[in-house]
């Protein structure tokens, strides 16, 4: 039975809840239960397919850096000059514009505004689109440059910009799987963007080695036949997406025809999607600049900082499997009105991000070389790592509580402070980390410290954040 087959009479609000416009369509069955489930459970059911989501994304940074570090310590390092960007373009996709076309379309199916609902889903496509031009045409362009700064030379340099080229050619892929993907999650359902971006995991897991190693025919491609396996599998997810959503099936109909652009509906997504990008790029951007200041700590001070760091990009879609949900439900209770249950749902969805990003952080303290013996067998890298991940790990705890808090003011449809309590993180982290290194004389210890620290101030104000963000204004009760 399809999403939209399934329609009921509109849930009992509480009396401080305005009543629907009685224009507006029957609620879906999948949004009553954003609307009323219990919250934790319901909370739970949502994000198991995002969770599943979570290990394929884990699988992928794991085994990406076991095909590579086969190549040499040079591909290795040359790919973690690049990967930070790609994983920016992903969530740029994903929590940032992808988080504002989720939450617009939850928060217009909780008014009970389908119609507004289907025209949002054209206008996340246009900017799909938009974002996919954006960072293809800076990082082909300003790669070379970036990864220079970098310290990027040699051997190095030119394994970088061989991955880098491969997944920027093909932005547009990532870039429409991933808003698409949120599209759909704004309507409750999880379980198909995340079974499509499982399979096309899957599919880069199996397609990327024959492409790296070539295999008869196909011709040894190194860095650059990861990125285009990840480019091929994740265009044909996107396929899968689109004919999704222009099929009866969905509760949502992407149309390319008859739909009236308006700017009220970009800025709708945009007023949520452009302050996500900013938090994106923030989060992405305290990667690179700690990896350079590492770098200058030496080659393997830099590697060892940049594997070690690879376990906050699993935690990053451990709390987008969670986030996911915490939108959809947050923002469909927020457009219904229901602004009490909203900030409770925000609440536990934080508690239990942050528990299961301790319980990964705390694993990592204790038994880094699980870990750390993945990439390297080289006894410095893997000291280095190890040293991180025992002051950092177990502070991923309240870097869990601060992303899922952000979340949850997606939901609100009112992310600037939670974007500026990210902003104050990277500035102690990068600021911090200077001052120990350059001022102090810390070494790698003073670096790390600061990195904890600044996850430290994070989880602070992203909490004082939830206290600032105020229901709209409605009209008296008659």
Same mark, same amino acid.
Not at 337 to 343: H, I, L, N, S, W
């Given at each position: 039975m399809s999403d939209r087959s399934v329609a009921i009479s509109p849930p009992a609000f509480p009396p401080n809840v305005a009543t629907r416009s009685p224009a507006a369509r029957p609620v879906a069955a999948r949004t009553k239960l954003l609307l009323e489930g219990p919250v934790l459970s319901t909370l739970l059911r949502l994000s198991a397919p995002n969770v599943l989501q979570l290990l394929a994304i884990a699988g992928m940074i794991t085994f990406d850096g076991l095909f590579l570090g086969r190549l040499g310590p040079d591909a290795l390092a040359g790919v973690s000059l690049a990967f930070p960007f790609m994983m920016l373009m992903q969530h740029a996709a994903n929590s940032g514009m992808g988080g504002g076309v989720s939450s617009a379309i939850a928060r217009a199916l909780g008014a009970g505004r389908r119609d507004r609902a289907d025209a949002l889903v054209c206008?996340?496509?246009?900017? %799909?689109?938009?974002?996919? %031009?954006?960072?293809?045409?800076?990082?082909?362009? +300003?790669?070379?440059?970036?990864?220079?700064?970098?310290? +990027?030379?040699?051997?190095?340099?030119?394994? %970088?910009?061989?991955?880098?080229?491969?997944?920027?050619?093909?932005?547009?892929?990532?870039?429409?799987?991933?808003?698409?993907?949120?599209?759909?999650?704004?309507?409750?359902?999880?379980?198909?963007?995340?079974?499509?971006?499982?399979?096309?995991v899957i599919a880069h897991v199996l397609i990327s080695p024959l492409l790296i190693f070539g295999w008869g025919p196909l011709p040894a491609l190194g860095p650059a036949g990861a990125g285009w396996g990840l480019m091929m599998s994740f265009g044909a997810g996107s396929l899968v997406l689109v004919a999704y959503l222009r099929s009866?099936?969905?509760?949502?109909?992407? @149309?390319?025809?008859?739909?009236?652009?308006?700017?009220?509906?970009?800025?709708?997504?945009?007023?949520?999607?452009?302050?996500?990008?900013?938090?994106?790029?923030?989060?992405?951007?305290?990667?690179?600049?700690?990896?350079?200041?590492?770098?200058?700590?030496?080659?393997?001070?830099a590697i060892g900082y940049a594997m070690g760091a690879r376990l906050e990009y699993i935690l990053i879609p451990l709390a987008f499997g969670f986030g996911a949900a915490i939108v959809a439900m947050v923002g469909t209770n927020w457009g219904a009105?229901?602004?009490?249950?909203?900030?409770a749902i925000a609440w536990t969805g934080a508690a239990t991000v942050a528990a299961a990003c301790a319980t990964i952080g705390l694993i990592g303290a204790l038994f880094p070389a699980l870990w750390m013996g993945l990439f390297s067998d080289d006894q410095e890298i893997i000291r280095l790592g190890t040293w991180y991940l025992r002051i950092v790990g177990p502070i991923y705890g309240l870097y869990g509580l601060g992303m899922a808090l952000y979340f949850a003011t997606q939901g609100f449809g009112s992310v600037m402070w939670t974007v500026t309590a990210n902003a104050v993180r990277l500035l102690a982290s990068t600021g911090c980390a200077l001052f120990a290194v350059y001022w102090l004389d810390l070494g790698a210890v003073g670096f790390l410290i600061a990195i904890a620290g600044g996850?430290? @101030?994070?989880?602070?104000?992203? @909490?004082a954040g939830m206290f600032w963000v105020k229901e709209p204004s409605a009209p008296p009760m008659k």
């Open positions: 206008h996340g496509f246009i900017l %799909a689109l938009a974002l996919a %031009a954006l960072f293809s045409t800076t990082m082909l362009l +300003g790669a070379p440059f970036v990864f220079r700064w970098m310290g +990027g030379e040699g051997e190095v340099l030119s394994a %970088a910009l061989s991955y880098s080229n491969a997944v920027f050619s093909g932005a547009v892929s990532i870039c429409m799987l991933n808003v698409l993907g949120n599209a759909v999650r704004g309507t409750g359902n999880m379980g198909l963007p995340s079974g499509v971006i499982v399979g096309s009866s099936r969905s509760l949502i109909t992407l @149309a390319f025809r008859g739909v009236s652009l308006q700017w009220g509906l970009f800025a709708e997504i945009l007023k949520v999607g452009v302050p996500g990008l900013i938090n994106v790029v923030i989060t992405n951007l305290s990667v690179v600049l700690l990896t350079g200041i590492a770098g200058h700590l030496g080659r393997e001070a009105k229901q602004y009490r249950r909203a900030r996850f430290c @101030a994070y989880a602070a104000l992203t @909490a």
